[in-house]
């Protein structure tokens, strides 16, 4: 099943980092909300910050919400 949402963030490794994938392409790694705010803004995004990556509906937390990195 595919998500609805464009920007899914994927349950933590055994290193604690989540990928991040946003319309299809991986865009990284993150250990942090500031590291999926980065990949963000690298994405063209330049704008957002860590409010708005815990704050938005564009983006699916699988495994655990931007509290969960272990």
């Known amino acids: 099943m595919a998500s609805e949402r464009p920007v899914v963030i994927y349950p933590p490794d055994e290193t604690g980092g989540r990928r991040v994938r946003a319309e299809g392409a991986i865009l990284g790694l993150a250990y942090s909300v500031q590291d999926i705010a980065r990949l963000m803004q690298e994405a063209g995004l330049q ?5 708005d990556v815990v704050r938005s509906r ?3 937390w699988r495994g655990g919400g ?3 990195w272990a």
């Open 47 to 51: 704008h957002w910050d860590e409010m």
């Open 58 to 60: 564009l983006i699916e």
């Open 66 to 68: 931007p509290d969960v």
